[in-house]
């Protein structure tokens, strides 16, 4: 087997692994949440906002520590094997705050790993000579499959309300820790480790507000953000709920609803191969248009369906997620790519990802909590028809006056290579 190739399986494996990993409670945890521990939707939207607050601070924290002082694959490794540690002691506790501060030491330890996956495959696809653009994309996509295997897994052995889908991941984080130390050496940087802790920690891109397109580009990001994690809280929890009705218990959408939710990654893993003519085609402006009115497809689909006639509903929801998720993180990408200076090119995009995974998370998660207990009564029956209609809204408006107020000409020099 050529190095070249050994690579792409060593990085394909680590891809797989990462997301499966992720994928063993993101989409299930709020059945295991409220359902096992009867935890109402606002402890829910608590204890998944711990993966906003940590992602304002692990990333700059442990990316210092990987750029200053140890290699990126070592506080890889290290990270996952606290994580499966955590995860496997998380079932032995069931009081609301004990469960909020083990997740939130959960979450601490994984979403700094999603930024140090990129680090080690492009540090080690450059030492090996790979055009990244090209050959990175195959690689990453494996991400989205281990994702599917593990919802699958954890729907098929009819784990999403129980405490087995934290044993999985945690046997997950595990193998992942331990595999870790054999991927390829990615050593402190020189040149990082001389910057300025201003430039480390990605201040200097707050620059970037005083330019009004910029500010409001920023702002918009951080207000779709929100809607980001919304269905991963509440999108099982919707589909198990059909059964306390005897029409829909024993549907396919109750019997399996992780099988169900899959559709949207593998909708999500087709849609980003449609980035590069979308954007060469209609500009990043309109793109990011048709992901806003995709969330408002994406949430009024769910609010009209149910899993018998409205199946067909579901499932299109399902699959305009794709386009929702991909064609706002990828166009967003690409526009603070294109529009910022290349001196703070990489703090801008870590300004992105705070404003949408860290800030927006943590706004989108405890609002749609408070939304959902707006439309549950007192004996703790949801209406969600409204409350998915009430999220379709939110995106409608974010639609409209984005395209009022953001000011962009089709001229845009995307790189669609």
Known sequence: ??????????????????????????????????????????????????????????????????????????????????????????????????????????????????????????NAMERSNFDIVKHYPPVRVWGTVGFIVAMWMVDIMKWTASANQLYLGAAAALILGLYAFTLPKCPPTHATKNSSWVSTFGLDAFVLFKEKKMAIFFIFSMLLGAALQITNLFGQQFLNDFALTEEYKDSFAVQHP????????????????????????????NVMLISMLAWVLRFALFGIGNPDSGIVFIMLSMVVYGMAFDFFNVSGSLFVETETNPSFRASAQGLFILMTNGIGTIVGTMGSGYVVDLFTSSDGIKDWPSIWFSFAAYALVLAVVFSIVFKYKKTEHIKTA
């Open 258 to 285: 992780g099988i169900l939710t899959s559709l949207s990654q593998i909708s999500e893993a087709l849609f980003i191969l449609a980035i590069p003519f979308f954007m060469k085609r209609y500009g990043i402006k």
């Open 1 to 122: 087997m050529s190095s070249s190739l050994n690579l792409k399986y060593r990085l394909i494996i680590m891809n797989f692994l990462q997301f499966f990993l992720w994928g063993t409670w993101l989409t299930s945890l709020g059945v295991y949440l409220s359902v096992t521990l009867h935890f109402n939707a606002v402890e829910i939207g608590g204890i998944f906002a711990t993966m906003g607050i940590s992602a304002l601070i692990m990333p700059a924290l442990l990316g210092i520590i990987a750029d200053r002082f140890l290699n990126a694959e070592r506080v890889y490794a290290i990270c996952h094997l606290l994580g499966a540690a955590l995860l496997f002691y998380l079932p032995h506790v069931t009081e609301y705050s004990q469960v909020y501060f083990i997740m939130l030491l959960v979450t601490m330890c994984y979403m700094p790993t999603l930024g140090l996956t990129n680090t080690i495959a492009y």
